[in-house]
């Protein structure tokens, strides 16, 4: 697949299941002001990735335009067990590059899976995307928009009650369209 595809694939489960069900009341925003940036890895292996996550933090740190960027990681990383564990070196890039603190990164993969839930629980449908991802965020950004939300303890809670009233069935069916 090309970038534009992966990017168009990303876009449309991000507008039709995070915005749409309104998993992240946060997000609608910041697509419709253009401040989303969709990054595709070209990476094959860990190494190239963490490179590559280096330099999207990098950018975000430069361009203050630029509110989140996604590090969609097509090619590495599709075990997701593999995903979980890369996760810790991602924040060690974080803290690294100083930036502990500053940037948070969010995880999305198309098997997601929470401790101490089986595979196809409704639950793990909340964080899958159609591929990998690494979501970076500005904390800054997100304490002021958490601030002036009532009860943001309260969204992953409802998300999950919001999937189980629907069936997996469905969600599986919104995570494959195209």
Not at 135 to 157: D, F, G, M, T, W
């Amino acid at each position: 697949m090309n970038h534009d595809n992966i990017i168009n694939s990303v876009r449309q489960w991000l507008e039709t299941v995070v915005i749409g069900l309104n998993l992240c009341p946060f997000a609608k925003r910041e697509l419709v002001n253009n401040r989303i940036n969709f990054i595709v890895s070209d990476a094959n292996n860990e190494l190239d990735l963490l490179d590559d996550l280096k330099q999207a933090l990098k950018q975000l740190n430069d361009d203050h335009s630029i509110e989140t960027s996604l590090l969609i990681h097509p090619n590495v990383l599709q075990n997701f067990t593999d995903y979980n564990q890369f996760l810790d070196y991602a924040d060690d890039v974080l803290y690294d590059m100083k930036l502990d603190g500053v940037y948070q990164i969010a995880s999305f993969h198309p098997d997601y899976q929470f401790a101490d839930t089986h595979i196809d629980d409704v639950e793990n449908y909340t964080n899958r995307s159609p591929y990998p991802l690494l979501h970076l965020l500005r904390e800054e950004s997100l304490e002021k928009a958490v601030a002036n939300y009532p009860h943001p303890e309260q969204i992953p809670e409802r998300n999950i009650a919001l999937f189980r009233e629907m069936g997996v069935d469905k969600i599986r069916a919104l995570l494959n369209a195209k």
